[in-house]
């Protein structure tokens, strides 16, 4: 029994050792044959895309052996090239019926290659395989439910909004911070889907909505938003919903934000400092005058907040720095801290500026 | 006399069978987190050509970063540490440097190097601190940088929460001024946060020995091993016991240690907590166990910590006996201090698998392993000097039963290399970061050695660090020589400091007088919304 464990011992230590070399070899074996593929493949590839009217016919002249490596060297090029080299490439794996294998690769029984075959029609962008994304949306598996999301935000089909704000609250959910990115990636045809939202009866969603509207820059739903900053019954999206009036800077909701940082009960603190942030960025004489009483308020986060604001305003909040600064308030420490933000950050912006080469002028 | 020496030698033979028992135990634990790792690092492998990382980096949702470096006297490798980090691949992050009262010309350096003015900032977090923050500075030209500078408190966990006080963003990622982050290294330990936002708390990176790497320009580009076989050794351990041992713990939902060199939380949880315990030596694996105590205390069970195996920190391992030893001692006696501190949670249910199964296994094989293993040794030179004994006496009852012998040198030994091995071919298989034969065949002696010497006597400095703690002796850090990281350059040269860099010439400009100096606000926190704040606030 005792020489036999020895043996088995002697002999795992051996396969193990026998294993590392032999995958060391291949490994060593296959990247040189994948280099020469690659070296024959990619300038074939690029002499065809590197040209006015992109055309890829030599392509058809590729060996079968190599043509796995094309097809991957081309998914990968997808990613990094836009316009008609882009639409080339796409119509290139249309024709080749590597689209439709990856449409078929969607309802594998391995969640690896499913997760594959969403990132691929993500990238080739071809509107018709968007119902083959959005059933991955409720797979089993997060990283395949993952992955669909962010291919639906590259498919930029608008009518999917609906669909990636469903998976905030759906049983089979899809991480917040991962559907944002895909709203992002939709572009402004995700504003309507986004501002019909607002309405929604879940906090997540209503908060995601906000703070991609505020990202998109979405003017046309301050109305809306200002509705959500005054009375959504969630601190949170109260608060998403001043950080989305303050990127939009509409100047009209100066107002409703001069209300949500106002010290009332109704307006927790987090409410209060996001629409001082906000107003910082909207402007105008009420936010400034709103800002002076906020940045000597007793709660060190809301004096901050008001201090931010201010310093983002410009030049009449500058003002209002120095004054405080110079005062013997609550607020000076902080004034004078952002008064020398204000003034690093010109000063660096002078030395950027004064690196770059000038344009020469040549006379006429 | 004789009847004494052969009561001696049959106590002795029956307590090898428990020591055989406890190698036993302990290697099929460690077997089983390698398989664990194995099968974890399969699935993060395949899941790479999706992972999306280029998303992470391009989304404008992805929360900031803090990092937070303490650095007591780090003039050799500071420059060289902070220029590496600011080229982090990482959209929104800045650096918190906490100068810990720094002898030499570590601020001096600084000051050079990132063009330094005194500002009057106020720490937006409460954690109390055990000595005072003197001033606070940033860089002129707008480098994101923080220097703190603060009073010396012998207190590594002291410094680090003085950076959390400074830190503005959502997350903080503590790392040792010594280290060298893979450039990708943020964006992958912030994934899990972005994928799983409302469960992951925390994330871990793996730690590698950079002794014998080449670096250029603060970026490992070439991993080697090292000359000496004490840091060779180190390699084969992290690879096992970091690498393997944490992914396996981590794949089972049952993490305890985040490495201190590089280990990222939520900003708000480490607030609410209080920082890191200022008075212990292990106040990295402290954070953790208190992080699983206080969410179960919450009733939360969906909570994750999660070791990310791929990005990498690299940090210089000791090279000397001395230094190394002085290391394990101050790890074991940190271990017994979190171990001791949280020991409510030791076999209780309420705590989960940490509570049932890994600070038992903590206890009964890390830190109590060692007094297993030196009585084992000292059990087998017993039984040897018994043996040596009855030959020169012809006593035969005290013949060494050599099936026994050879047994337990198959489950001590010969297990032991079995398991060093598996990390080197889960390794290969995987990650496959040493590149040449040369390299392997050293890894491969370095197994051997790690399991016959140097197992042994790292198992009586870890027992000497359990002594230092029963006994409470002064817990200091200790010096650890530094030799950097990069070939040999001209040293920076240090700048004289005067008075502060005036800030009244800046302030001038708009009309304002001289600053107040910074001085501690009152404690305040900040409201959490408990979501992740967009990174670029309106």
Redesign the interface.
Same mark, same amino acid.
């Given at each position: 029994m005792?020489q036999l464990?020895?043996l088995a011992?002697a002999g &795992?230590?051996v396969i193990?050792?026998c =294993?590392?070399s032999a %995958?060391?070899l291949w #490994?060593a074996s296959s990247t040189r044959v994948e280099e020469r593929r690659q070296g024959r493949l990619r300038p074939l590839v690029m002499a065809c895309i590197s040209v006015d009217e992109p055309d890829l016919r030599p392509l058809e002249r590729v060996l079968p052996a190599d043509v796995p490596t094309l097809e991957a060297l081309i998914w990968h090029l997808l990613t990094k090239v836009r316009g008609a080299v882009r639409m080339a490439l796409v119509e290139w794996l249309i024709e080749c019926g590597a689209v439709e294998r990856a449409r078929a690769r969607t309802h594998s029984r391995d969640p &690896?290659r499913r997760?594959?075959a969403?990132?691929r029609l993500g990238d080739a962008g071809v509107l018709e395989t968007s119902a083959d994304t959005t059933r991955l949306l409720d797979d089993r598996y997060? $990283?395949v439910r993952? &992955?669909a999301a962010?291919a639906l935000g590259k498919l930029g089909n608008g009518a999917a909004v609906p669909d990636l704000l469903a998976t905030l609250e759906s049983p089979r959910p899809v @991480? =917040?911070?991962?559907v944002?990115?895909a709203l992002?990636h939709l572009g402004p045809v995700a504003v309507d889907g986004l501002a019909h939202s607002l309405g929604s009866r879940s906090a997540v969603v209503r908060?995601v909505c906000a $703070?991609l509207l505020?990202?998109h820059g979405a003017l046309q739903a301050a109305k809306w938003l200002s509705l959500l900053v005054e009375h959504d019954p969630d @601190?949170?999206v109260r608060?998403?919903s =001043?950080? !989305?009036?303050?990127?939009i800077g509409f100047p009209q909701s100066a107002e409703v934000l001069r209300r949500a940082c106002a010290a009332l009960p109704s307006n @927790?603190? !987090?409410v209060r400092? =996001?629409s001082l #942030?906000?107003l910082?960025?909207v402007g105008g004489g009420p936010a400034v005058a709103a800002l002076q009483v906020a940045i000597d308020d007793v709660?060190? $986060?809301i004096g901050?907040a008001a201090a931010e604001g201010l310093a983002a305003i410009g030049a009449p909040g &500058?003002r209002v720095?120095?004054m405080v600064?110079?005062a013997e308030g609550v607020g000076?420490?902080?004034a004078? *801290?952002w008064?020398? %933000?204000?003034?690093?950050?010109n *000063?660096?912006r002078q030395?950027r500026a004064a690196r770059r080469p000038r344009p020469r002028v040549v006379a006429p | 006399m004789s009847e004494a020496i052969a009561f001696a030698a049959w106590w002795l033979r029956h307590f090898e069978w428990f020591v055989l028992a406890y190698f036993l135990v302990l290697n099929s634990t460690y077997l089983v987190m390698t398989l664990l790792a194995a099968v974890d690092f399969g699935r993060y492998l395949r899941r790479q050509p999706f992972a999306g990382h280029a998303d992470v980096f391009a989304n404008p949702l992805t929360p900031g970063v803090s990092v937070i470096v303490p650095a007591y006297n780090e003039e050799v490798g500071i420059i060289d540490a902070v220029r590496a980090m600011l080229s982090l691949h990482f959209p929104l992050f800045e650096l918190v440097i906490v100068d810990d009262g720094s002898t030499d010309e570590t601020f001096a350096l600084l000051h050079g190097e990132l063009d330094l003015v005194e500002v009057p900032r106020r720490a937006t977090g409460d954690i109390v601190l055990l000595s005072e923050v003197k001033t606070v500075h940033v860089p002129r030209r707008g480098e994101p940088v923080v220097v703190v500078r603060k009073t010396n408190a012998q207190s590594r966990a002291d410094a680090l929460n003085a950076g959390i006080n400074f830190a503005q963003h959502h997350l903080i990622c503590m790392v040792d001024a010594d280290s060298l982050l893979d450039p990708e290294a943020l964006l992958r330990v912030v994934k899990p946060f972005v994928d799983d936002p409302t469960r992951v708390v925390a994330t871990g990176g793996v730690v590698r020995p950079a002794n014998g790497c080449r670096v250029e320009q603060g970026e490992i580009v070439e991993v080697g091993m090292p000359k000496g076989w004490l840091a060779r050794i180190q390699v084969v351990e992290y690879l096992r016991s970091f690498l393997l041992g944490r992914t396996g713990w981590s794949s089972v939902q049952s993490l305890l240690i985040i490495s201190g060199a590089f280990g990222m939380f939520r900003r708000d949880l480490v607030l609410e907590l209080g920082g890191l315990e200022p008075h212990c030596l292990g106040e990295d694996a402290e954070l953790v166990a208190r992080v699983h105590r206080h969410l179960r205390d919450q009733g939360r069970k969906d909570y994750r910590i999660v070791f990310v195996s791929e990005p990498v920190c690299w940090t210089e391992v000791p090279s000397t006996r001395q230094v190394l030893a002085r290391q394990r001692r101050r790890w074991s006696r940190g271990l017994a201090e979190v171990l001791w501190k949280h020991r409510v949670m030791m076999f209780n249910p309420r705590y989960g698998r940490i509570g049932l199964v890994v600070l038992p296994y903590y206890l009964f094989f890390e830190l109590l392993g060692p007094i297993v293993e030196v009585l084992g040794v000292l059990t087998v030179f017993g039984l040897l000097s018994i043996w040596a004994a009855g030959q020169l006496l012809g006593q035969d009852a005290w013949l060494i039963n050599t099936d026994f012998a050879v047994l337990f040198a198959l489950v001590a030994l010969g297990y032991g290399f079995l398991l060093s091995l598996a990390a080197l071919t889960v390794e290969e298989f995987s990650f496959h970061r040493m590149s040449s034969w040369r390299d392997l065949v050293i890894s491969f002696g370095a197994s051997v050695l790690e399991n016959v010497g140097y197992r042994q006597l790292h198992a009586w400095w870890r027992l000497k660090g359990l002594w230092w703690w029963l006994t409470q002796g002064d817990a200091a850090w200790g010096a650890m020589p530094r030799v950097g990281f990069a070939a040999p350059t001209p040293k920076p040269v240090a700048v004289a400091i005067g008075p502060p860099v005036p800030v009244a010439p800046l302030l001038a400009e708009v009309g304002v007088s001289a600053p107040v100096r910074n001085v501690p606000g009152p404690d305040r926190s900040i409201g959490a919304t408990g979501t992740m704040e967009p990174n670029a606030e309106g």
């Open positions: 005792l464990t020895t011992l &795992v230590l193990m050792g =294993a590392i %995958r060391r #490994r &690896v997760a594959i969403a990132e997060a $990283d993952i &992955v962010r @991480p =917040a911070g991962i944002s990115m992002v908060g $703070d505020g990202l @601190p949170d608060a998403r =001043a950080v !989305a009036l303050g990127r @927790p603190i !987090a400092c =996001a #942030r906000a910082g960025r709660d060190d $986060d901050q &500058v720095l120095t600064g110079l000076r420490e902080r004078q *801290d008064l020398i %933000r204000v003034s690093l950050e *000063d660096s030395r | -």
